[in-house]
């Protein structure tokens, strides 16, 4: 058994210590809102934060963060989440949406360590992150939005 906190809440999750966390938060929590990609950690579609850093869940195991906070898409919150949020329903940044959460998570960590990004530190911090729909300019613009509304 391995006990980890998702968004605040206590899980006494029984499962083989290396099923991914992924599955963990999808299959056994039933929180869907983190999505499979690639299953590599390649992609980003999975990223959710393990004791406050982005993480990909399909390649981290449960065993390995026993006891750990995590947060997912669902449970994130907070002025910069809200403004990236609203960003990104306003612009449009996403196409089809599947890989959204996980861009979301990275643009949010990224604001909130780097209220002024450059353009150079959005394509460092959002690289891990791919969109099968290549809305990256609208990503950029949304981050480049976020941070503007922040300022103010």
């Not at 056994?28 to 983190?34: A, E, H, I, Q």
Request: hydrophobic content about 40%; proline content about 3%; overall charge negative.
């Amino acid at each position: 058994m391995v006990n980890i906190k998702i968004n605040g809440v206590e899980h006494a999750i029984e499962a083989e210590a290396d099923m991914p966390l992924l599955w963990a938060i999808r299959d056994l929590v039933g929180l869907t809102g983190t999505k499979f990609g690639c299953g590599m950690a390649q992609c980003g579609a999975c990223t959710v934060y393990v004791d406050g850093s982005p993480t990909r869940s399909c390649q981290t195991f449960i065993g390995d963060i026993d006891g750990a906070e995590v947060t997912t898409i669902e449970g994130l919150k907070g002025k910069v989440t809200e403004t990236v949020q609203s960003v990104w329903a306003e612009l449009d940044v996403p196409q089809c949406g599947y890989c959204q959460s996980g861009q979301i998570m990275s643009a949010t960590d990224l604001l909130a360590s780097n209220p002024k990004p450059t353009d150079t530190d959005i394509d460092a911090a959002m690289s891990g992150n791919l969109c099968r729909c290549a809305t990256y300019h609208r990503i950029r613009a949304g981050i480049h939005e976020a941070a503007k509304r922040l300022e103010a």
